[in-house]
């Protein structure tokens, strides 16, 4: 294990270890798993705009998580049934997180109940919820959760019915007959049908209330003081709805891509980027729209659709179009109002200045699109999915994360290697994340901006 250098080895070894039921149930995603491949190829596809140069003789990794301190914004992310990688399961993961100075969040599914969990020691954890359709169950569970200590709900949204995981029906996954859903002990929920053909995904998938809307949300704040973190959002439309629900913060996710098969990646979900094509027709259009109006005023010709500017698509974007906009308009105006009193052109020419400035915001809107921007800084936006890497911390952070947390990362560590491979892997991603802050010129987690990276969708610089 010494050997280990990076996140992703654990995998490899986990799944040597394990039932390759147990492996496959959570190594894979839904259908296609065309999600669970762009999870991790779209954080390839961003790229660092370092800066040099900078003290980073000191870097403070610290995060303010719903006014909870912790040591780095990774943190652990919801999985069910832990113990089915390592017979200390859920404990280990507690006690790993709790050493590293993070957040655990447990999952409703968990091997583990709420008051064990807690009883590993002190720890800022959350608890994953999964509404059902027995109400009272769910009350119990939250209250449950409240008392032992956990600060907030992470209502899972993604689910109302379970994706197709392929490997999941071919093996016929089911809990292993000496595990049991632990928060359910108990309850009818917990005694599962072992011998039903479609196993435990759809008999506990069965129990999940597919009736569960945003209304709901106001009803979990009745039973519960906590802040409800929104699991699973994917738009800006969403996370508008979110705002006014009074959700504490969103959680952008496709669940390991293990629901809605061909959703984009979660990183690429914090920008809703538009096309390059999109970009241009609204400048375009803008642009004409307001320079017709503005040439009415002052008593010039009508400017000719086109406009004389013919984008050619690497420049059509940001500052390149301003730039060419402001040439071929200024060419534009002068061809046309040769006669005018030179006073005219000045006062011509700047009110067209003050169009090309109305113009760069238009760019910046359509930038802007996406949960990050929907969310308004009013509430904080967390990811998870495909994080391996110090680098891709970084890079959310810089599309306007507040934080990610990690799913199989800690399902693969703790099958290798209970809870020091949790802790090796929490150690792993916050060195890396610091090297990355380091080499990127940032001091603090507040230094990290936009200007650090640069995507596909963004102009050329
Ligand atoms: C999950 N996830 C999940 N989410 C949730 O809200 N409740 C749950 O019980 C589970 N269970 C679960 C099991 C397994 C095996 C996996 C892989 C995932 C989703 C999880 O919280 C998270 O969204 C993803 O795992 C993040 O993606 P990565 O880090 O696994 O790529």
Known sequence: MEMITNVTEYE??????????????????????WT????????????????????????????????????????????????MAHPEGEFATARAASAAGTIMTLSSWATSSVEEVASTGPGIRFFQLYV??????????????????????????????????????????????????????????????????????????????????????????????????????LTAEDTRI??????????????????????????SAL?????????????HDYLVCKSNSLLKRLRLPKARRSFNMKFDKASSVGEDIVARGRVSTHDNIRGRRRSKSSRQRVVALSAIEAEYIAMTE?????????????????IPVFLDGGVRRGTDVFKALALGAAGVFIGRPVLF?????????????LQMLRDEFELTMALTGCRSLKEISRDHVITEWDRPR
Do not use: C
């Open 12 to 33: 490899a070894i986990a799944k040597e270890k394990l039932p390759k039921m147990v492996y496959d149930y959570y190594a894979s995603g839904a259908e296609d798993q």
């Open 36 to 83: 669970l491949e762009e999870n991790r190829n779209a954080f390839a596809r961003i790229l660092f705009r370092p800066r040099i140069l900078v003290d980073v003789s000191r870097i403070d990794l610290t995060a303010t998580i719903l006014g909870f301190k912790v040591s780095m914004p990774i943190m652990i992310a919801p999985t069910a049934m832990q113990k």
């Open 132 to 233: 059902f359709k027995d109400r009272n169950v769910v009350a119990q569970l939250v209250r449950r959760a409240e008392r032992a200590g956990f600060k907030a709900i992470a209502l899972t949204v993604d689910t109302p019915i379970l994706g197709r995981r392929e490997a999941d029906i071919k093996n016929r996954f089911t809990l292993p007959p000496h595990l049991i859903l632990k928060n359910f002990e108990g309850l009818d929920l917990g005694k599962l049908d072992k011998t039903s053909d479609s196993g435990l995904a759809s008999y506990v998938a069965g129990q999940i209330d597919r009736s569960l809307n945003w209304k709901d949300i106001s009803w979990l704040q009745t039973i519960t003081s906590l802040p409800i973190l929104v699991k699973g959002v």
């Open 242 to 267: 979110a705002l006014k629900a009074g959700a504490a913060g969103i959680i952008v996710s496709n669940h390991g891509a293990r629901q809605l098969d061909y959703v984009p990646a979660t990183i």
């Open 271 to 283: 920008e809703e980027q538009l096309s390059l094509e999109e970009v241009e027709v609204a400048l």
């Open 362 to 378: 238009v760019v910046k809107e359509a930038y802007e699109y996406g949960v990050v921007k929907a969310a308004e800084g009013r």
């Open 413 to 425: 560590s703790l099958a290798a290697d209970g809870e020091a491979g949790v802790r090796k892997v």
